[in-house]
């Protein structure tokens, strides 16, 4: 069984920062992609950043310039760093591992809140 879990969340003010930090744990998997997904109140989860083993990212067009996500496959671990957030950007974070051979895997999520 694998577990992702999630820390770093909070409330923030606008043009502020913060730093998401993912870990997953169980015995003996790995994963072909890790990366953070988002849902904000009355919408749909979307991706926000995604890099796979091949460390090859992708973001969604709202955060491309502000967040940047980083993994260490070898420690299964993902951050995603947010700088200069915006009121738009509150929502819950979610973890997500694409573990080889077995599929998705999410984390319970993490609130990032912005506002003054």
């Known amino acids: 069984q694998v577990q992702l879990v999630e820390s770093g969340g909070g409330l923030v003010q606008p043009g502020g920062s913060l730093r998401l930090s993912c870990a997953a744990s169980g015995a003996g998997f790995s994963s072909n992609a890790m990366g953070w997904y988002r849902q904000a109140p009355g919408k749909q989860r979307e991706l926000v950043a995604l890099?796979?083993?091949?460390?090859?990212?992708r973001y969604t067009d709202a955060v491309k310039g502000r967040f940047t996500i980083s993994s260490d496959f070898a420690k299964n671990t993902v951050s995603l760093q947010m700088n200069s957030l915006k009121s738009e950007d509150t929502a819950v974070y979610y973890c997500y591992a694409d573990v080889t051979g077995v599929g998705a895997y999410w984390g319970q999520g993490t609130q990032v809140t912005v506002s003054s």
């Open positions: 890099v796979t083993r091949a460390y090859i990212t």
